[in-house]
C-alpha cells in the first residue's frame, strides 16, 4: 500500500449527499476480484450518457478539462453508503483518487477505503461548504492534505482534522493488513515451531 504523508493535488465537486457504492461503481462492472481495471467505470452512469462508455456526459465535472487529473473529490454527507463492495475504493483508487473530503462517511466505505490506502477525510459541514465556493469561483484548485500535520489547505483556507492514532500510523507507514501481519513474522513462525506436527500447516502445499 502506497504510503500517505503529505499530499496535494486538483480537487474536483461533487455536490451530492448520499452518494452510495452503486453509484460510485455499479453492480454491472464487480465481475473481477482484481483491484484493477474498475477506474474507467468509476461513476459509470453519471460519467457516460451510453451503457458502451462512448460519450462522454460534458455535464458531469470529471469530464470537464478544469478537473482533468483530480485526484481529490469533495462531496457531501453519507457518502459511500449501500452495499459493503470493496470495489469501490478500489475504483476510485483506480481512476487516480487519493483522498475524498466529505463531512461524513458510511462506516463500511470508510474501514474499506482505509485499508486500501484512500483518505475519508472528514471535516465540519461548514468548512465542506466553504471549499466548495472556492472551488465553483476558481474550478482546477487544488488541495494540500498533511496526514503528518493533519491539516487540509485549499486555497487561503486551513482546517484541521482527526484520525484514529492506528488507522493514521497504517497510512503513514502504508501498511495494509497484509504488512501488519508480515511485522510479526518472527513470532509467527516461532510459535509454529512450538506446535505438535499436525497443527503446523504444510506450507509446500500453500
Request: proline share 5%; charged share 25%.
Amino acid at each position: 500500500m502506497e504510503k500517505f504523508t503529505v499530499y496535494e493535488g486538483v480537487a474536483v465537486p461533487m455536490d451530492s449527499a448520499n452518494i452510495d457504492t452503486d453509484q460510485i461503481i455499479p453492480k454491472q462492472f464487480l465481475l473481477a476480484v482484481s483491484r484493477k481495471g474498475f477506474g474507467k467505470h468509476l461513476f459509470h452512469d453519471w460519467r457516460y450518457l451510453d451503457d458502451a462508455e462512448t460519450r462522454p456526459n460534458p455535464e458531469f465535472n470529471l469530464n470537464k478539462p478544469e478537473y482533468k487529473g483530480a485526484t481529490i473529490l469533495v462531496a457531501r454527507d453519507n457518502f459511500g453508503n449501500g452495499s459493503s463492495r470493496e470495489h469501490a475504493p478500489w475504483a476510485l483508487m483506480d481512476y487516480g483518487f487519493r483522498a475524498v473530503i466529505a463531512p461524513s462517511f458510511a462506516s463500511i466505505f470508510n474501514n474499506n477505503s482505509l485499508g486500501n490506502g484512500l483518505l475519508p477525510l472528514r471535516l465540519k459541514e461548514d468548512e465542506v461548504d466553504q471549499i466548495f465556493k472556492v472551488l465553483e469561483k476558481a474550478p482546477g484548485t487544488k488541495i494540500r492534505i498533511s496526514l503528518v500535520d493533519m491539516t487540509v489547505d485549499c486555497a487561503d483556507l486551513h482546517f484541521t482534522f482527526s484520525l484514529d492514532e492506528f488507522r493514521r500510523h497504517c497510512l503513514l507507514e502504508g501498511l495494509d493488513a497484509i504488512s501488519l501481519t508480515l511485522q510479526h513474522e518472527d513470532e509467527i513462525a516461532s510459535y509454529e515451531k512450538g506446535n505438535p506436527a499436525w497443527l503446523t500447516p504444510d506450507k509446500s502445499t500453500l
